[in-house]
């Protein structure tokens, strides 16, 4: 699928397997899903654009790339999507970081914004939008499209799980976006929830079980 990039590697698949175990805890869950976004970003950065400066080693001077453009901008997906900004901001110390609310009710399992705060000139940034769950797709959608009238375009989104019909759905509200997923499972339930899946990753995350 054109935009679509499935995690295959060992670590990742193996670190996956930790979140999901109903025995880890918040503490190591916190800290698989940081590890698991920088090995993910490691791949998800890979089109940046570098230009060269010139600089000097202890020989002589040289000419050697650095990455070009303005500063890139993280956005968590509140809540969950925030567990993975610090293993993003290790791999780019000095992007800026936006934050974006969605909440689903859990009857209609509808996605609604309660909070969005972007930084400016959107239009000239590589923008990463991190959520560890895709279900049915609403709020990476609904999030995508609030940073896309407020002026995104070079958009990237970054989930840990993702359900079929999740990734299908973003893809075709967003044939633009490039999606990266850590690994796709089997389905969703009736409760919108991702089998077998690892339960809710915000309240894994923050301990709010
Ligand atoms: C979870 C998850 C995603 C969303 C995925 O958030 O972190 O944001 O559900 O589901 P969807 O693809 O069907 O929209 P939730 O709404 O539970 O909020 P939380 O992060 O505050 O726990
Ligand atoms: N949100 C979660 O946190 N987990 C799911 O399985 C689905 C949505």
């Known amino acids: 699928m054109k935009n679509v990039f499935i995690m295959e590697h060992p670590l990742i698949q193996h670190k996956i397997t930790r979140l999901r175990d109903k025995d880890t805890g918040t503490a ?8 698991i976004t920088m090995l993910m970003g490691y791949e998800a950065l890979r089109d940046l654009e570098l230009t060269d ?15 070009a453009g303005r500063k890139q901008v993280i956005v968590p997906i509140l809540r969950a999507g925030l ?16 934050h974006i609310g969605m909440v689903r009710d859990e009857e209609t399992h509808v ?9 400016g000139e959107l239009d000239e940034r590589v923008i990463i939008v991190t959520d560890p769950m895709l279900a049915t797709g609403g709020s990476a ?3 995508i499209s609030f940073i896309k009238e407020k002026g995104g375009v070079k958009i990237k989104f970054m989930c840990i799980i993702a359900a079929p019909e999740g990734i299908e759905k973003l893809r075709e509200a967003h044939p633009d976006v490039q999606i990266f997923v850590g690994h796709t499972d089997r389905q969703l339930n009736d409760n919108a929830y991702i089998q077998p899946g690892l339960g809710d990753a915000g309240d894994r995350i923050f301990g709010t079980v």
């Open 141 to 143: 959608i609904d999030a």
């Open 83 to 98: 567990g993975m900004t610090d293993g993003l901001l290790k791999l780019l110390p000095t992007a800026k970081v936006g």
């Open 28 to 35: 190591e869950f916190r800290a698989i899903i940081s590890e």
């Open 111 to 119: 996605a609604r914004s309660y909070y969005c705060k972007l930084p």
């Open 53 to 67: 400066i010139e600089i000097e080693t202890p020989l002589e001077k040289t000419m050697s790339p650095v990455i």
